[in-house]
C-alpha cells in the first residue's frame, strides 16, 4: 500500500507485535525523547514472551557479575562462534557483535527502568565444554511479579495456558526431584508456602515469561506508552521505497498510522500457520504439535516477504519433543487448558532424568536425551530423513522412572487410567510385550538396551554422551550414581510413549543486519523497516547456546533498532 499522505494517527516509531522485544524498543524511544506505539492483533500483551519459561540469555551480563562471575565479550565470543556453527545472513559477524556488545547496555537500561533481574546460577550453557562456555551460565530470570500489581490490566497480560506455580524457571529441575533429593523437598514446601500466602494475603505470584511480560507492562503504563490491542497488521505503507507507516484493522475500520522515523516487526514466526509450515517446514509436521503463541500466524512475515524481504533458516524452529497419543492430538487428562485449548507436553526435564531413553521406529538411539532440546528436534528429523522410521519416536522407561519422576502432568507414582485406556502410554509386563504393543523393531531394541544399560553401569554414554556436560547434570538426578541422567532400563512394568518434534516457535524468518534493518536478497535495507524476535533470522542461527538466546536476542536487537532508527547510537 502506498501513502496518498493522509494519515489517521502519527508517531515517532510503530511497534509491531508486543513481544520481548517492543516495550523495551518503546522504552528505549521514549528514553531518547521520542514517541512509540506498540500495535498488538491480539487481545493480551505480551507475545511468546508472555507463553515461555522467561530466560534471557545475555553473555557478559552485570548481574552475573555481580553473582561473581566472570565474563567478557571476547570470551562470551568465543563460545557463540564455536556454539553457532552456522554461516548465515542472519549470523553474521557484525550481528554477533552487535548482539554481545549491545546485550548488556540493554539489561543496564532495564534495570534503571525497574526490572528486576535475578541470576540463573548453574542453569549452564548448553554446550558448556565448547571454549569460552559457562558452567554457571549466562542467563537471567525476573523476579517473581504480583500479577495483581497491573490492575484492571492483569486480565491482558499473555501467559501459557498451562499450570502456573510461583516458582522460579530455574528451580523446576529441583521440583522434579521432590520425592528424590532433600533439595527438591525444600524447593516444593517454599512453592507450597507462597502458594498458601498467596491465599491468605490475595497476591498473584507469577513466574516464567508471565514475570517478564508482567514487568515490562507495569513500567510501559508507568511510562504511559501507548498500546493498541486487537489491532492486526493489515498493510505496510510505503513512500517511494521507505516504509512510512502501517495499516491497522482496528475497532472495525482501517487505520493508516505514520511512522515518522520507521517500524519494527516484533510479531513472532508462524508456528500457528498450516500453510507456511507446509511450504518452510521439515515433513511430517502438525500446527497441533506445537506450544507458539497463538498469534504466531505469519502474516506480517509474508507482508515484508512481498516488500522483498530476504528469508532465511525458515525450515528451523525451537524444537521441544512432545508425546501424543495414537490419534495425534495431547493425552486426557493433562494435555488440555481448562478452556479446552491444546497444551501438548513440552519434555525436556523429564527426558534428561534416569530410566528412560528415546529410540526411532528401529529401536535406535539417535540423541542426548538430556541435550540441548533444539537438537533433540533436529536430529529426529534428521533421522527421519535418513530412515523414515523417527517420526515418531519412542521414549522407554522402566517402573522407577514413573515411580520417582514426573512425567507430563503426572506426578511421580501416577500413571492415569485415561492414559494407558487411550493408548497414549502403552504398559508391558516385558520388553518382548512393549514390542508386541508399540511395532518397534525388537531386535534392534534389545541391542540398544543392552548397549544403553552398559552405559549407565560405566556413567558413560560412548554414543551420544549423555551427562557429559554441566548442561545435562543440572537437570539429572544426583542420587543415582555414577552418571546422574543415566539410570537403567530393567525394572518392570516398561511403559513406551510416541513422540513428536513440537516446538515453540518457529525459528527462520527475515534477514536482518547489525541495526536490526530488514535486507533485500541483495544485501540493501528496506529504509525504514526493522525486526527482532522470532520473525528474524536468528543471530544464534541453527542452535540454542543457553537457556533464553531467542528472548535475549529479541530484546537487545530490539532496543539496538529503536536507537538506529531515532539517529542515536546505543549508549
Known amino acids: 500500500m502506498t501513502t496518498n499522505g493522509t494519515w489517521d494517527e502519527a508517531f515517532d516509531f510503530v511497534i509491531v507485535g508486543s513481544g520481548g522485544g517492543s516495550m ?24 511468546s514472551t508472555g507463553f515461555s519459561g522467561g530466560v534471557w540469555w545475555v553473555p557478559n551480563n552485570p548481574v552475573m557479575k555481580r553473582a561473581g ?27 554477533r557483535d552487535a548482539f554481545l556488545r549491545n546485550g548488556p547496555k540493554m539489561v543496564e537500561f532495564l534495570e534503571d527502568q525497574g526490572m ?7 542453569w549452564s550453557d548448553y554446550y558448556d565444554e565448547l571454549p569460552g562456555g559457562e558452567a554457571r551460565g549466562r542467563s ?127 510479531v513472532g514466526g508462524f508456528s500457528r500457520s498450516a500453510s507456511m509450515r507446509q511450504r518452510f517446514q521439515p515433513h511430517p509436521n502438525s500446527a497441533t504439535w506445537t506450544n507458539a503463541n497463538p498469534g504466531d500466524t505469519g502474516e506480517a512475515i509474508e507482508l515484508a516477504m512481498a516488500l522483498g524481504a530476504a528469508v532465511d533458516c525458515m525450515d528451523e524452529a525451537w ?14 487428562p493433562g494435555g488440555y487448558a481448562a478452556d479446552g485449548t491444546p497444551l501438548p507436553f513440552m519434555h525436556h526435564l523429564d527426558l534428561s532424568l534416569p530410566y528412560s531413553m528415546m529410540v526411532d521406529q ?37 517402573s522407577r522412572q514413573r515411580a520417582y519422576y514426573p512425567w507430563g502432568t503426572a506426578q511421580p507414582g501416577q500413571v492415569p487410567d485415561e492414559w494407558l485406556k487411550s493408548g497414549y502410554m502403552i504398559k508391558a509386563e516385558s520388553i518382548g510385550e512393549l514390542v508386541e504393543k508399540t511395532g518397534i523393531d525388537g531386535p534392534g531394541l534389545a541391542r540398544t538396551l543392552e548397549r544403553f544399560n552398559g552405559f549407565c553401569r560405566s556413567g558413560i554414554d560412548s554414543d551420544f554422551g549423555r551427562g557429559s556436560r554441566a548442561f545435562d547434570r543440572c537437570h539429572g538426578d544426583p542420587t543415582v550414581t555414577p552418571n546422574p541422567n543415566l539410570g537403567a532400563i530393567e525394572k518392570p512394568p516398561f511403559y513406551a510413549v510416541r513422540m513428536y518434534p513440537g516446538d515453540v516457535g518457529t525459528a527462520g524468518g527475515v534477514v536482518t543486519d547489525e541495526h536490526a534493518r530488514v535486507l533485500r536478497e541483495d544485501g540493501s535495507a528496506i529504509p525504514g523497516l526493522y525486526a527482532t524476535g522470532n520473525c528474524t533470522a536468528s543471530v544464534v542461527g541453527r542452535s540454542y547456546p543457553g537457556a533464553g538466546a531467542s528472548i535475549g536476542a529479541s530484546f537487545t536487537f530490539g532496543y539496538i533498532a529503536a536507537h538506529h532508527a531515532l539517529g542515536a547510537a546505543a549508549p
Open 319 to 332: 524444537w521441544v519433543v512432545t508425546s501424543l497419543a495414537p490419534d495425534g492430538q495431547p493425552p486426557k
Open 362 to 398: 528401529l529401536g535406535e538411539r539417535f540423541c542426548d536425551e538430556a541435550g540441548a532440546y533444539m537438537e533433540i528436534g533436529q536430529r529426529m528429523y534428521r533421522r527421519e530423513r535418513e530412515t523414515g522410521k523417527a517420526v515418531p519416536s519412542w521414549v522407554i522407561m522402566d
Open 69 to 95: 562471575v566472570a565474563d567478557s565479550a571476547e570470551r562470551a565470543r568465543q563460545y557463540l562462534d564455536a556454539a553457532v556453527t552456522y554461516q548465515g545472513p542472519g549470523t553474521t559477524p557484525a550481528r
Open 116 to 122: 528486576k533481574f535475578v541470576y540463573a546460577d548453574g
Open 140 to 266: 537471567l530470570l525476573a523476579e517473581l511479579f504480583d500479577t495483581r500489581e497491573l490492575g484492571e490490566w492483569e486480565s491482558k497480560l499473555s501467559r501459557y495456558k498451562g499450570f502456573s506455580l510461583p516458582l522460579p524457571t530455574d528451580q523446576f529441575p529441583s521440583l522434579m526431584l521432590a520425592k528424590r533429593t532433600w533439595r527438591g523437598k525444600k524447593t516444593a514446601l517454599s512453592m507450597v508456602g507462597r502458594m498458601l500466602k498467596g491465599k491468605l494475603t490475595g497476591r498473584r505470584l507469577a513466574g516464567a515469561g508471565a514475570a517478564i511480560q508482567g514487568r515490562m507492562l507495569q513500567i510501559a503504563l508507568r511510562e504511559q506508552l501507548p498500546i493498541w490491542t486487537g489491532s492486526a497488521l493489515a498493510q505496510f505503507i510505503v513512500d517511494g521505497d521507505r516504509v512510512a507507516g502501517v495499516a491497522v484493522q482496528r475497532g472495525g475500520r482501517l487505520v493508516r498510522v505514520q511512522a515518522r522515523h520507521g517500524v519494527l516487526m516484533n
Open 24 to 47: 523495551c524498543a518503546a522504552l528505549a524511544a521514549k528514553q531518547l525523547g521520542k514517541r512509540a506505539l506498540i500495535v498488538e492483533k491480539q487481545p493480551l500483551i505480551g507475545g
